[in-house]
């Protein structure tokens, strides 16, 4: 698994305007920055889809005008196939209010034509760093979610009562077990879970669910 100190995002740049896609490749290139880029927005779509490219941390240029699939419809279809990274909308002044709506329907930011070279890299870059962020705290997220799934069902039940806030002579009467088989549960949830403290698991549990990505009682 890549850490982010090797995270390095691949920026797909895609446009159906081949000398300003090849300049625009060029000056990615030419700040150090990986770029692949693609003539039409159907050829990225089915990379995505045939190359599993919606699991490569990466960042998306996209032009809003294109044919034959413009650049909000091929937005569409990478969120139908799962895509999550940020993706940066390309437009000229009279699609402002297009890219507004693509951003508050997901999209990471947008940039209207004509840009400075500085202005664009520094959005890249951003982009670039929101999707390593993202990729971090999505693998941390897995590896909490897993842990949660190897609790035995009695340290799911020991879990709940901690969640509770519960000392552990109340779960140990709630449960009908003893203190110290209590404690012992207990070392055990925080070692599997890699946290120091029962404030420490809420807050990661509040977290979880609050992403959606969890559920709201572990039993």
């Known amino acids: 698994m890549a850490t982010p100190a090797t995270l390095n995002p691949t920026v797909h740049l895609v446009d159906d305007d081949a000398d300003f896609r090849d300049g ?5 290139d030419s700040r150090g920055l ?3 880029a693609w003539a039409a927005g159907d050829a990225f779509v ?17 032009d809003i005008r294109m044919e034959p699939l413009s650049g909000l419809a091929t937005f569409e279809q990478l969120k139908a196939l799962g895509w999550h990274w940020p993706v940066l909308f390309l437009t000229g002044h009279g699609d402002v209010g297009m890219a507004v709506a693509a951003v508050k329907n997901g ?16 959005k890249v870059e951003a982009a670039r760093q929101a999707a390593i962020d ?15 799934a190897s609790l035995s069902a009695r340290e799911r039940e020991v879990l709940h009562e901690m969640l509770q806030g519960h000392y552990n002579k109340n779960i ?18 925080l070692d599997k879970l890699q946290v120091q403290s029962a404030v420490e698991l809420a807050h990661r549990m509040g977290q979880l669910n ?8 572990p039993t």
Request: aromatic share 8%; proline share 4%.
């Open 24 to 28: 625009l490749a060029w000056l990615l």
């Open 34 to 36: 990986p770029t692949q």
């Open 46 to 62: 089915q990379a995505v889809r045939e190359q599993g490219l919606a699991d490569t941390c990466a960042v998306v240029l996209l």
């Open 107 to 122: 999209a990471w930011d947008f940039l209207e034509k004509p840009f400075q070279n500085n202005e664009l890299v520094d």
């Open 134 to 148: 993202w990729h971090t705290h999505s693998h941390e997220r897995l590896r909490f979610q897993r842990a949660l």
């Open 172 to 189: 140990a009467d709630h449960l009908g077990i003893t203190q110290r088989t209590v404690e012992f549960h207990r070392a055990n949830i």
């Open 210 to 217: 609050a992403q959606g990505r969890g559920p709201t009682d």
